[in-house]
Each structure stands twice: as C-alpha cells, then as structure tokens.
C-alpha cells in the first residue's frame, strides 16, 4: 500500500547550528523513521496518519504530536530525538494512545548530556524574553496547571515568557496572555507579575493560552462544518472549564484589572477569592 510521505520542515534553517547534522540529513531521517510508522498505520488500517514534521534546534529538547479531527498529525521534534533509540515505537504509541512512552524522559536525560551550545540555536531578541519574573516564576506556573491536562493532550514543546511593558498604564483593555501558534510560545502579560494578583488568576490565565496551544483552533473550513467557534470552539472550552476556579478567577479579573492597570491595586482593595 503506497503511503504519501510527510512535509518536512526545518524550523529557522537559515540560522541552524553548525554542530548539528545537515538539514538534508535529517530530511532523510524524518521521511525514513515517519513513513515507517505511517506504513504500520495503513497496514493496520488506522485513519491516523503523520503528515507534518517540524524539525527544531531549541534550547529544550523536546518533542510533541498534535492532530486534528481527522486524525492528521503534526510532530514537532528536537532534531537529536532522530538519534533516540526505538522513535519510531514512541512515536507510533503517541499516535496510537495518544501519549509518548514513560521511558522517553530517561532518553531525553541521556541525549541531552551529548548536547554543547553549538547544538543548539544561538541567543536572539527573539528568544531573549525571560519566564522569570520579580514575583512568579512562569515556568513554574506552567509545570503546574500542565498537570490539569488530560492523559490524551501533551503540553511538550510549548514555552512561556512575560511579555513586555508598554511603558504606558492608560490602556483601558488589555490581553493578560497570548499564544504564538509558530513559535509555540506563550506570553503573558507583565502586570500580572504583581504581588497583587492571586495565584489562582495567573494561573487561570496560563491555563488558558495552554488549551488553546493543545487545543489549536479549526480550519475555517472546520469551523463551518461543524457550526463551532474557530477560536474557542467545544473542545477548547470543555478544556478550559476543567480549571476549577474559572469563575472566581474570571470575576476577579471583571472586578480589579482597571486597577491594576493603573498601578491603583492595594491589598485593602483586593477581591480575593480562595481557590
């Protein structure tokens, strides 16, 4: 049975690191390890099927498979997951049951030993934001509202920064977080690095960006098909709504965001709810 092999795509070729393999290499790799396991699917007349592969330098070694209703994948790849011993395995049971195999976090400790700064993309203004911040640590943050995710959706790949300041606290309106679908990176407001803003609303508001990035929104074509938002259609919002204290955190926001805006926010006028 003929199987239509993958897209392959190098993420910033341009600026690829001179240490790792050639792009061409690992084209071949990716078409050789992604069309063994899409033949494995056909023969077992599975409707699944990989076809996007997104290979990267990053910083993070890590690796993340997203499909559609249709069930068509999308892998995105540290380049160094291709010298990973048994990836095509992981990945046919990421396909099949939709999550990578336990033992695949004892591969990444082992590979990430070979990996030196010549591996691995070099710093630009793009990547120079910081999770960090005076108050909350996002990355923190991240690792723990991950946890609410259920076993099918994987939160790997996707990173978080504080965006910045605008330098102006006259604004009105405001998006507290974003979610850059091709950087795979979550920004989030720096007001919220407040000593004033309650856990459970940073964490709403990364909880947020986090289920539109595993659950990415349709296809226009989609979203015609089935009558559903493109943005935030039913299975975004049965996501969300899995975060317990939606509401409080949502009325929190509505109650105080005007104030701590304008640098107006103090403890006396908190609206705190417990989670």
């Known amino acids: 049975m003929a199987v239509r092999g993958p897209h392959i795509t190098i993420f910033k070729e341009d600026v690829w690191p001179p240490a790792a393999p050639l792009p061409r290499v690992l084209r071949d790799r990716a078409l050789y390890i992604v069309g063994r396991v899409n033949r494995v699917l056909a023969l077992n007349n599975s409707h ?13 070694l890590s690796v993340s498979l997203r499909g559609d209703t249709d069930g068509r994948f999308t ?19 990421a396909v099949q049951k939709g999550h990578f195999p336990e033992e695949i976090n004892h591969a990444f400790d082992k590979l990430r030993e070979g990996l030196s ?17 005076h108050h909350v640590d996002l990355e923190e943050v991240l690792h723990r509202v991950s946890k609410w995710l ?8 996707v990173s978080i920064v504080w965006g910045k300041h605008t330098g102006s606290r006259a604004q009105r309106t405001i998006r507290l977080g974003s979610m850059d679908e091709r950087k795979e990176l979550i920004r989030i407001h720096p007001v919220l690095d407040s000593p004033y803003a309650p856990p459970m609303v940073i964490d709403f508001v990364v909880w947020h960006e986090l289920c539109h990035y595993v659950a990415p929104p349709l296809s226009r074509a989609r979203a015609a098909e ?3 938002h493109r943005i935030h259609h039913r299975e975004f919002r049965a996501l969300e709504a899995i975060y317990p204290h939606v509401d409080a955190a949502e ?24 989670p």
């Not at 699944?48 to 993070?60: E, L």
């Not at 965001?257 to 417990?274: F, M, T, V, Y």
């Open 48 to 60: 699944r099927v990989i076809r996007h592969v997104v290979i990267t330098a990053n910083r993070r």
């Open 75 to 93: 892998l995105r790849t540290h380049w160094v997951l291709f010298d990973m011993e048994d990836f095509d395995a992981a990945l046919l049971m």
């Open 117 to 133: 700064k010549n591996h691995i993309y070099g710093d630009s203004r793009e990547h120079s934001a910081n999770p960090q911040g």
């Open 150 to 157: 259920p076993a099918r959706y994987s939160p790997d790949g």
């Open 226 to 228: 089935t009558a559903d």
């Open 251 to 274: 009325q929190w926001i509505r109650l105080n965001i005007d104030a701590l805006l304008q640098g107006q926010l103090k403890p006396a006028n908190l609206e705190r709810h417990s």
